[in-house]
T-cell receptor, first 113, second 108 residues
Framework: NAGVMQNPRHLVRRRGQEARLRCSPM?????VYWYRQLPEEGLKFMVY????????ESGMPKERFSAEFPKEGPSILRIQQVVRGDSAAYFC???????????FGPGTRLTVL | KNEVEQSPQNLTAQEGEFITINCSYS?????LHWLQQHPGGGIVSLFM???GKKKHGRLIATINIQEKHSSLHITASHPRDSAVYIC??????????FGGGTRLMVKP
C-alpha cells in the first residue's frame, strides 16, 4: 500500500506565477489535510478536505490560495500570483476517518524567486 | 502563549543515553500525535495516543490527560535518532495544532 504521494517534490516559481501542488492520499483514505512549514518555523494547518468538500479552511490565507479534492484524482493546493513569502514546505496528510492517525507525504518545497 | 509547548527546544545527547521530550498543551484534546522529521525530509507519524502509554521499539510515548502533558522517551539513543520531534494535538475539528518541535542530536 503506497503511502501519501506528493508532487512535485521541489517547485521553483517566479513572483507572480501560479503554483500547483498535488497530493494523492493513501489508498482508501478520503480525508486530506494541507499544512505549511515556513523556513525555521513550525507546521501550521491550512485546510481540511473530504472528497469534493472543503471541511475547514480556517488556516488558509484569504487571497491567492485555494484547495480542492475532486471525486477523481489528487487533491490540489493552488497558489496564484506567488510571492517570496510563499516559499515554504507544503505537507499533505491523509487519514481513513476524521479522527484517525494522519499519514504525511514527503512534502513539496516551493521556492519563489 | 502557544497552545502546544515543547521542551526542550534543543537537545544534545551521547549515544546510549535515555532521552525525554516533553509536550504540554492548554486546550482540551481528543488525541495527540508524536511526529519525527529528519532535516530536509518528510514527516513520520510515530504515535497517536489519547490515553496511557504506547511503545514501539525503543520509543515510548505517554500521556496524562488530566495534567495535559505528554512525554516521548527514547531508550538507548542512537545517532540515527537525530531529528526534530514534533508534538501535535487534535482539538476542535480534525486539524492538528503543532508544537514548535524539539531538535535532537545524538552524538556517537
Amino acid at each position: 500500500n503506497a503511502g501519501v504521494m506528493q508532487n512535485p517534490r521541489h517547485l521553483v516559481r517566479r513572483r507572480g506565477q501560479e503554483a500547483r501542488l498535488r497530493c494523492s492520499p493513501m489508498k482508501g483514505h478520503s480525508h486530506v489535510y494541507w499544512y505549511r512549514q515556513l523556513p525555521e518555523e513550525g507546521l501550521k494547518f491550512m485546510v481540511y478536505l473530504q472528497k469534493e468538500n472543503i471541511i475547514d479552511e480556517s488556516g488558509m490565507p484569504k487571497e491567492r490560495f485555494s484547495a480542492e479534492f475532486p471525486k477523481e484524482g489528487p487533491s490540489i493546493l493552488r497558489i496564484q500570483q506567488v510571492v517570496r513569502g510563499d516559499s515554504a514546505a507544503y505537507f499533505c496528510a491523509s487519514s481513513l476517518t476524521g479522527t484517525d492517525t494522519q499519514y504525511f507525504g514527503p512534502g513539496t518545497r516551493l521556492t519563489v524567486l | 502563549k502557544n497552545e502546544v509547548e515543547q521542551s526542550p527546544q534543543n537537545l544534545t545527547a551521547q549515544e546510549g543515553e535515555f532521552i525525554t521530550i516533553n509536550c504540554s498543551y492548554s486546550v482540551g484534546i481528543s488525541a495527540l500525535h508524536w511526529l519525527q522529521q529528519h532535516p530536509g525530509g518528510g514527516i513520520v507519524s510515530l504515535f497517536m495516543l489519547s490515553s496511557g502509554k504506547k511503545k514501539h521499539g525503543r520509543l515510548i510515548a505517554t500521556i496524562n490527560i488530566q495534567e495535559k502533558h505528554s512525554s516521548l522517551h527514547i531508550t538507548a539513543s542512537h545517532p540515527r535518532d537525530s531529528a526534530v520531534y514534533i508534538c501535535a494535538v487534535y482539538n476542535a475539528g480534525n486539524m492538528l495544532t503543532f508544537g514548535g518541535g524539539t531538535r535532537l542530536m545524538v552524538k556517537p
